[in-house]
């Protein structure tokens, strides 16, 4: 037997919700065999858990990569990337290694966090990661920075405009997360393929235990992928994964509430 395979470039957050750990939980609940490059490495301090974030050299990055792209890959995701030079990185070896099906989570901030990460690397994804996507998928925070909308995106209609403009700019999929700072009573989400727009709605949760959230719909679109599905079936039903998720979301300590990675195969898919 064999698996398909999937590789994610992006942060490792000690504290297991998000990054590379949310990554290759989701890739093993989908059947996918995960690997990694790591790009930096999240700690927090025990006393208020503030986050500390490490930068892993680039050379370092270049070796993981190429380790792992001379295996071979089905598809790829993209999360915490750190540094310029780690962006312009991941570029040159997504062209070199004509890897199709890359799916870019433009991960700025963490959540809670509202300032962003480097504003350079927000330009540099814009100009040299999304030309190589497949698939992005930024919230309406990381939305209104690549778009450069004139103010934050708060409706559908700024959806609708902003996810035009990031298409324009060469994602081929776009997937813009309303989660629940939407004005709407669902947890809305916008697919936009260039031609239609098509809303994937699911009840809003109230809950803050969604560490994680983001990392683990793309993680499951990059699954899918690997696994043959079309970009549009690889979204809808990763919408399932992540809604269950939160819906599933538990408290680690005082600080953060992680998502159940496994929860939709473990509660949900035979119901
Ligand atoms: N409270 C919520 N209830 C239901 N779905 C949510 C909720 N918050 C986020 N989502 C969904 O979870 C996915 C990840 O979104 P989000 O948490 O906004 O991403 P990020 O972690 O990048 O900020 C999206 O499909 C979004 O609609
Ligand atoms: C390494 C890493 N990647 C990504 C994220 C973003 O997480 P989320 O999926 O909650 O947006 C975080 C947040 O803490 C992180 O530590």
Redesign the pocket.
């Known amino acids: 037997m064999t698996l398909n395979k999937a590789l994610t470039l992006a942060g490792s957050d000690t504290s297991g919700g ?1 990054g590379i750990q949310a990554d290759l939980k989701t890739f093993q609940e989908h059947g996918v065999y995960g690997m990694n490059a790591l790009t930096s490495i999240v700690t927090m301090e025990p006393n208020g858990w503030n986050h500390n974030v490490t930068t892993i050299d680039v050379d370092v990055v270049e070796k993981q990569l190429e380790t792992v792209l001379s295996v071979g890959i089905d598809a790829m995701k993209s999360g915490m990337l750190g540094t310029v030079d780690i962006i312009e990185l991941g570029a040159k070896k997504i062209t070199e290694h004509q890897i199709d099906k890359y799916v870019l ?1 433009p ?1 700025m ?1 963490c ?1 809670g966090e509202d300032e962003l990460l480097l504003p350079e690397n927000t330009d540099a994804m814009r100009e040299v990661l999304l030309p190589v996507s497949l698939v992005t ?6 939305a209104w920075q690549l778009a450069q909308t004139s103010g934050p995106i708060k409706t559908i209609d700024d959806m609708k405009e902003a996810a035009t403009k990031i298409y324009e700019l060469g994602a081929k999929n776009v ?1 813009i ?6 004005q709407h009573e ?4 916008l697919f936009f393929d260039g031609k239609d727009f098509t809303l ?1 709605e ?6 803050t235990y ?9 993680a499951a679109i990059t699954a899918n992928l690997a696994n043959g599905q079309s970009v549009k079936d690889a979204v809808t039903n ?2 399932k994964i ?2 269950a ?3 599933h979301g538990w408290r680690l300590n005082e600080y953060v509430g992680p998502v159940m990675h496994g929860a939709y195969h473990k509660f949900e898919a035979n119901n």
């Open positions: 998000a989570d991960v901030v959540k998928t930024p919230n309406l925070f990381e997937v997360k309303g989660g629940r700072a939407i669902n947890a809305v989400d994937l699911s009840e809003k949760i109230d809950t969604n560490h994680g959230a983001g990392c683990t719909f793309a990763a919408k992540v809604s998720a939160i819906k």
